[in-house]
């Protein structure tokens, strides 16, 4: 399974809301699809998981929608803490499906 | 507080050998199957190895396969990674990933802050 992130940057100002998509090469079940976000020197933090669960911790701004084959992740008010990469992630079983990532989108400062 | 540190990271050269470890703490490592998950300069994320609770079950990834050795002491709550016959593109900083899909979660859910392995002549 692929997954093919999009856009590959998105350039908004904090409070506005941001859309992030991904797409998957065949149809994944809703239980396997994460959400992360990375930035640099820090470890990457669990945001979404089983489509739409928010993480332990993780502020409501933050919401994962989708099925099928098209996911969307969604900051509804970017905060200045938000600026980030974001990855989206299919749970497999096993190889070569173990754990696959899409390519990630970058949000920067507008 | 729950917390992975990854250490064993550097420079070698090509052909050479590290061995990563991944040290667990605020938690049982047993329960948990554990990953290493790598991140090239530059790159996204590359799943690079797993292995169960009670190490009954190993997977790698094809690009690492044969070089690479996971295995974890859950009594000393550590994960290792040895890395033989390394190449450039083995070059990324590596992560150990939690995996708490025994408990219904199907993510990767605490990661340690990565350890830069470089491979250069």
């Known amino acids: 399974i692929v997954l093919t992130q999009s856009p590959g940057t998105l350039s908004l100002s904090p409070g506005e809301r941001a859309t992030l998509s991904c797409r998957a090469s065949l149809s994944i079940g809703g239980a396997y699809l994460a959400w992360y976000q990375l930035k640099p020197g820090q470890a990457p933090r669990l945001l979404i998981y089983g489509t739409s669960s928010r993480a332990t911790g993780i502020p409501d701004r933050f919401s994962g929608s989708g099925s099928g084959t098209d996911f969307t992740l969604t900051i509804s008010r970017l905060e200045a803490e938000d600026f980030a990469v974001y990855y989206c992630h299919h749970y497999g079983t096993s190889p070569p499906e173990r754990l696959t990532f899409g390519g990630g989108t970058k949000v920067e400062i507008k | 507080e729950e917390q992975l540190v990854e250490s064993g990271g550097g420079l070698v050269k090509p052909g050479g050998s590290l061995r990563l470890s991944c040290a667990a703490s605020g938690f049982p490592l047993s329960p948990y199957t554990m990953n290493w998950i790598r991140q090239a300069p530059g790159k996204g994320l590359e799943w690079v190895s797993s292995?169960?609770?009670?190490?009954?079950?190993?997977y790698y990834a094809d690009s690492v396969s044969g070089r690479f050795t996971i295995s974890r002491d859950n009594a000393q709550n550590s994960l290792f990674l040895q890395m033989d016959s390394l190449r450039a593109e083995d070059t990324a900083v590596y992560y150990c990933a939690r995996d708490p899909s025994y408990f219904g979660v199907f993510a990767p859910d605490r990661w340690g802050q990565g350890t830069l392995v470089t491979v250069s002549s």
């Open positions: 292995i169960s609770g009670s190490s009954g079950y190993i």
